[in-house]
């Protein structure tokens, strides 16, 4: 889910929200530096001024287009395409016929 600090009613409130989240991130004993990703069009240059000055470093990033579901595609294709690999089994290793291994297991 996406907020848009744009979207608050008055500066005062982001202000406080971004105070209020650099100073969670101060109790946070090991973390070295807050890099924020924006998008181009988003948030404005107060906003992102009041990030910087958090010391968060700012990285401009392109928003991800979002897959439209189709009806016609099963559940089964998405795990396929999310783990990269199909029902067939790529591994040419066959332990039957491994008599490194046997032999290796009769130690």
């Known amino acids: 889910m ?4 744009d979207s608050l009613d008055s500066p005062m409130i982001c202000a406080k929200a971004l105070a209020l989240v650099a100073a969670r991130f101060k109790t946070i004993t090991s973390l070295q530096e807050i890099i924020v990703e924006v998008y181009e069009e988003g948030p404005s ?3 992102r001024r009041k990030m910087e000055s958090h010391g968060w470093i700012l990285n401009v990033v392109e ?4 897959e439209e579901w189709n009806e016609d595609r099963s559940w ?4 396929d395409d999310e783990f ?3 029902d067939y089994d790529d591994d040419d290793y066959d332990i ?12």
């Open 76 to 79: 089964d294709d998405v795990e």
């Open 2 to 5: 996406e907020n848009r600090l």
């Open 84 to 86: 990269h690999y199909d």
């Open 63 to 66: 928003p991800v287009e979002e």
């Open 45 to 47: 240059s107060d906003i």
């Open 96 to 107: 039957d016929n491994d008599s490194d291994f046997w032999r290796r297991a009769a130690d």
